[in-house]
């Protein structure tokens, strides 16, 4: 695939980024729950490719595009139908699904190498480990993305490498309590055939949990990369060298070759990192790591993508650019020098009131908790134009125990957050006639780290006649804000209401309620929102994954069938705060 068989448009380019040596950049560069990046260089189209992980979203691995290392355009994602990877609809427990993935191309495809983790069954049950491949000719279009190729390996963060013999190899992670290291096997990838045992090659420099491995062939060396310290405050990046594939390899002597860890920088959990060139022959590395300063207390977006410059002379090690940081020089950023193609949205750009119009489709950056249930999302059903139709689930967002879903889904979609402040509303119409069926808005982490405020039919609390209340509901490993009711005004019935979550400083969270402005304004001027709820980021700034807003419905375990009806889908970034001390924003 070249550029201009696909019609790229030269464009004119705009003021600062004409500008011949612009080497300033800001982390993240993918802000929002965007962990373990894997990137590539592809030279035809000088233009750069990264993925990352997603555990239980779907659609999963998102692939995004730049040229400029700096705007980074959503172009698809690699798991895009239920049926490539059927067993991600059972997946239960909130840090399993799809762990690190490795993007690489070779002979003009390209591989998606990844892990399906049942992270609720035992280490020692192979079964735990579902090691996948996908593989496309064609980035840009997400339906040519291959159903799974499976491969046995007990253990995750896979990755191929091809050897002089044009035979692939994977390495990867061996669950750590079972037989902790870095192994290696010839595998055949369009098969899934395992061609050799797995071979124990590295077992880092002794710090916890070897993972994250990827193998580079420079100047006759093979560079085993790896992060070593679990993904929180003690992650690093180690590397080790060898002139055979199997080893033996050794260590660098300035490892960790690059870590945030026993700092007092903003961003913490520097690790997992992959290594590129871009065009002008220049090393770039990028990693996931964690905007919670040294408290390490509050981190809604988890593990986000960040960038940084690398210099790797012949026969040397690689040397970081570290401690990364918000705002970072490196070497000259490549120049936008056509328009990516496709659609989809950067990956910093907010959603401006969202209209689902009449036969467009749900937006690509949308996403599930595990594979929705198709027919509970329309987007301008009849009679309803300029919505989007949610059915109920049975379930409400905790699901079942053990964050287990079940057939009939969690109807829910949202977005990342993606920036530190921001506001998020929608407008819910929505007349609910059975107890117990609830439409409304979440802050979510996990089936059991989230808060949410929906528009509830329920009993009052002297246990009348059901009425309308707003319903709120926390859930987290640490004391959250008390459920709590509140009756929709009297007035308020039978309107169409402005449900909206809002970043009231770098902590904390507000739920709020209003009814709707009519479309056009002539309604007059709404009454002052009324506050649900105040909630810290600190009960969603937990495990493997980030923040998603979004929309829910749930008939709380009853009957109820009652569709809502959202519109006006806003979502808007006020700022990153990308420091500690000065509280940049930008
Ligand atoms: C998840 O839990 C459900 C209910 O216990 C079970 O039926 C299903 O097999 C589990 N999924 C996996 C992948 O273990
Ligand atoms: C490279 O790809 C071409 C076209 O798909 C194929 O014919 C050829 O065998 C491949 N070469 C190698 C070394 O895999
Ligand atoms: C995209 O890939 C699908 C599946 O391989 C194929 O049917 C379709 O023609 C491709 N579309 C384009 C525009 O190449
Ligand atoms: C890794 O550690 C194990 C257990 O200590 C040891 O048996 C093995 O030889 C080590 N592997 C390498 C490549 O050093
Ligand atoms: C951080 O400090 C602890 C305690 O001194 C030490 O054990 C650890 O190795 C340090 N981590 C890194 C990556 O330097
Ligand atoms: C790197 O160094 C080796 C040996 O010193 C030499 O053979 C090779 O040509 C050099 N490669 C480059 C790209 O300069
Ligand atoms: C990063 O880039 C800067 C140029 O702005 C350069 O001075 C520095 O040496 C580079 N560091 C590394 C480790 O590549
Ligand atoms: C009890 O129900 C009545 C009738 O719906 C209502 O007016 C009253 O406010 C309720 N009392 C409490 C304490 O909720
Ligand atoms: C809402 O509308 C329905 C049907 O139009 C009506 O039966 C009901 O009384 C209305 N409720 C309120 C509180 O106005
Ligand atoms: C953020 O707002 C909350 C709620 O108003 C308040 O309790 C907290 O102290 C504020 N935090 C900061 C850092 O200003
Ligand atoms: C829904 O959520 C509540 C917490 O508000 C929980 O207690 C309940 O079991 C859930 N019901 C169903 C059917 O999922």
Same mark, same amino acid.
């Given at each position: 695939?070249?550029?201009?068989?696909?019609?790229?448009?030269?464009?004119?380019?705009?003021?600062?980024?004409?500008?011949?040596?612009?080497?300033?950049?800001?982390?993240?560069?993918?802000?929002?729950?965007?962990?373990?990046?894997?990137?590539?260089?592809?030279?035809?189209?000088?233009?750069?490719?990264?993925?990352?992980?997603?555990?239980?979203?779907?659609?999963?691995?998102?692939?995004?595009?730049?040229?400029?290392?700096?705007?980074?355009?959503?172009?698809?994602?690699?798991?895009?139908?239920?049926?490539?990877?059927?067993?991600?609809?059972?997946?239960?427990?909130?840090?399993?699904?799809?762990?690190?993935?490795?993007?690489?191309?070779?002979?003009?495809?390209?591989?998606?190498?990844?892990?399906?983790?049942?992270?609720?069954?035992?280490?020692?049950?192979?079964?735990?480990?579902?090691?996948?491949?996908?593989?496309?000719?064609?980035?840009?279009?997400?339906?040519?993305?291959?159903?799974?190729?499976?491969?046995?390996?007990?253990?995750?963060?896979?990755?191929?490498?091809?050897?002089?013999?044009?035979?692939?190899?994977?390495?990867?992670?061996?669950?750590?309590?079972?037989?902790?290291?870095?192994?290696?096997?010839?595998?055949?990838?369009?098969?899934?055939?395992?061609?050799?045992?797995?071979?124990?090659?590295?077992?880092?420099?002794?710090?916890?949990?070897?993972?994250?491995?990827?193998?580079?062939?420079?100047?006759?060396?093979?560079?085993?990369?790896?992060?070593?310290?679990?993904?929180?405050?003690?992650?690093?990046?180690?590397?080790?060298?060898?002139?055979?594939?199997?080893?033996?390899?050794?260590?660098?002597?300035?490892?960790?070759?690059?870590?945030?860890?026993?700092?007092?920088?903003?961003?913490?959990?520097?690790?997992?990192?992959?290594?590129?060139?871009?065009?002008?022959?220049?090393?770039?590395?990028?990693?996931?790591?964690?905007?919670?300063?040294?408290?390490?207390?509050?981190?809604?977006?988890?593990?986000?993508?960040?960038?940084?410059?690398?210099?790797?002379?012949?026969?040397?090690?690689?040397?970081?650019?570290?401690?990364?940081?918000?705002?970072?020089?490196?070497?000259?950023?490549?120049?936008?020098?056509?328009?990516?193609?496709?659609?989809?949205?950067?990956?910093?750009?907010?959603?401006?009131?969202?209209?689902?119009?009449?036969?467009?489709?749900?937006?690509?950056?949308?996403?599930?908790?595990?594979?929705?249930?198709?027919?509970?999302?329309? #987007?301008?059903?009849?009679? =309803?134009?300029? !919505? *989007?139709? /949610?059915?109920?689930?049975? &379930? @409400?967002? %905790?699901?079942?125990?053990?964050?287990?879903?079940?057939?009939?889904?969690?109807?829910?979609?949202?977005?990342?957050?993606?920036?530190?402040?921001?506001?998020?509303?929608?407008?819910?119409?929505?007349?609910?006639?059975?107890?117990?069926?609830?439409?409304?808005?979440?802050?979510?982490?996990?089936?059991?780290?989230?808060?949410?405020?929906?528009?509830?039919?329920?009993?009052?609390?002297?246990?009348?006649?059901?009425?309308?209340?707003?319903?709120?509901?926390?859930?987290?490993?640490?004391?959250?804000?008390?459920?709590?009711?509140?009756? #929709?005004?009297?007035?308020? =019935?039978?309107? !169409? *209401?402005? /449900?909206?979550?809002?970043? &009231? @400083?770098? %902590?904390?969270?507000?739920?709020?309620?209003?009814?709707?402005?009519?479309?056009?304004?002539?309604?007059?001027?709404?009454?002052?929102?009324?506050?649900?709820?105040?909630?810290?980021?600190?009960?969603?700034?937990?495990?493997?994954?980030?923040?998603?807003?979004?929309?829910?419905?749930?008939?709380?375990?009853?009957?109820?069938?009652?569709?809502?009806?959202?519109?006006?889908?806003?979502?808007?970034?006020?700022?990153?705060?990308?420091?500690?001390?000065?509280?940049?924003?930008?």
């Amino acid at each position: 695939m070249y550029f201009l068989q696909l019609g790229f448009a030269f464009v004119a380019l705009p003021g600062p980024v004409a500008s011949q040596f612009l080497t300033a950049f800001y982390n993240p560069i993918i802000p929002g729950f965007h962990p373990d990046p894997s990137c590539i260089h592809v030279p035809e189209e000088d233009t750069f490719y990264c993925a990352s992980s997603t555990f239980n979203v779907f659609p999963g691995i998102p692939i995004y595009a730049s040229q400029d290392l700096t705007s980074w355009r959503l172009v698809g994602h690699v798991l895009n139908r239920a049926s490539q990877l059927p067993d991600l609809a059972i997946s239960n427990g909130s840090t399993s699904g799809i762990w690190a993935p490795t993007l690489r191309r070779h002979n003009g495809t390209f591989y998606l190498v990844t892990t399906l983790v049942h992270d609720k069954r035992p280490e020692q049950d192979p079964s735990r480990w579902d090691n996948i491949v996908f593989e496309t000719k064609d980035l840009w279009n997400e339906s040519s993305w291959s159903d799974a190729v499976h491969f046995k390996f007990q253990g995750y963060d896979p990755s191929p490498v091809w050897d002089k013999d044009g035979e692939s190899y994977v390495v990867g992670a061996h669950a750590y309590r079972v037989e902790p290291g870095i192994h290696l096997a010839k595998v055949d990838l369009k098969t899934g055939e395992v061609k050799s045992d797995w071979t124990n090659v590295w077992n880092g420099t002794g710090g916890l949990a070897p993972e994250g491995p990827h193998i580079y062939q420079k100047d006759g060396y093979y560079y085993l990369l790896a992060a070593e310290g679990g993904t929180s405050e003690d992650h690093m990046v180690t590397i080790a060298r060898s002139k055979n594939l199997y080893g033996p390899y050794d260590n660098d002597p300035s490892n960790p070759v690059l870590t945030n860890a026993n700092s007092t920088n903003y961003f913490q959990a520097v690790g997992h990192a992959d290594l590129f060139q871009d065009g002008r022959g220049n090393w770039w590395g990028v990693a996931l790591s964690v905007r919670s300063g040294p408290e390490y207390k509050t981190f809604p977006m988890g593990r986000e993508t960040v960038l940084t410059n690398v210099t790797w002379s012949n026969g040397s090690w690689p040397v970081f650019n570290g401690p990364i940081k918000g705002a970072m020089r490196g070497w000259q950023l490549p120049r936008i020098i056509q328009d990516l193609p496709g659609d989809g949205p950067f990956a910093h750009e907010g959603d401006e009131d969202l209209e689902f119009s009449p036969g467009s489709k749900i937006p690509p950056h949308f996403i599930y908790w595990r594979p929705p249930i198709k027919e509970n999302y329309v #987007v301008s059903p009849k009679g =309803h134009p300029n !919505t *989007l139709q /949610l059915k109920p689930s049975k &379930l @409400n967002l %905790t699901g079942l125990d053990g964050n287990t879903g079940g057939p009939g889904g969690q109807t829910f979609v949202g977005r990342r957050q993606s920036d530190t402040l921001f506001d998020y509303n929608v407008d819910i119409d929505f007349q609910p006639t059975v107890p117990g069926e609830e439409v409304g808005i979440t802050l979510f982490l996990s089936q059991n780290h989230h808060a949410r405020m929906g528009i509830a039919l329920l009993p009052s609390t002297n246990n009348t006649k059901p009425s309308l209340q707003f319903s709120f509901h926390a859930i987290s490993y640490i004391p959250v804000p008390s459920s709590l009711t509140v009756p #929709v005004p009297d007035g308020w =019935h039978n309107r !169409t *209401l402005t /449900l909206s979550l809002e970043t &009231l @400083n770098t %902590t904390h969270y507000s739920f709020n309620a209003n009814i709707a402005v009519a479309p056009g304004g002539n309604g007059g001027k709404p009454p002052k929102p009324i506050r649900i709820a105040t909630v810290p980021g600190e009960i969603i700034s937990w495990g493997f994954t980030g923040a998603i807003v979004g929309v829910y419905a749930t008939a709380n375990g009853g009957d109820g069938t009652t569709p809502a009806y959202v519109s006006r889908w806003n979502y808007r970034g006020w700022g990153q705060v990308r420091d500690n001390w000065d509280g940049l924003l930008a």
